[in-house]
């Protein structure tokens, strides 16, 4: 799978808000929201099955 085609994958999870294309270290990079530490961790391991995936970081934005 091309990037573009893991991003427009991405963008169909419950919770990711969006999922773009990158020039940088990663080809994708998606923003997701979630009610909890463990639905985003959800949201993770949906990205990690999509086909072309090889890996997934999630970081979690914390706003004070």
Do not use: N
């Amino acid at each position: 799978s091309t990037p573009a085609e893991v991003a427009r994958r991405v963008r169909r999870i419950p919770g990711v808000v969006e999922a773009a294309v990158t020039m940088g270290d990663v080809d994708v990079l998606a923003v997701a929201r979630g009610d909890s530490t463990r639905a985003l961790a959800e949201i993770g391991h949906q990205v990690e099955a999509i086909d072309g995936v090889q890996k997934v970081s999630v970081c979690v934005v914390v706003r004070p």
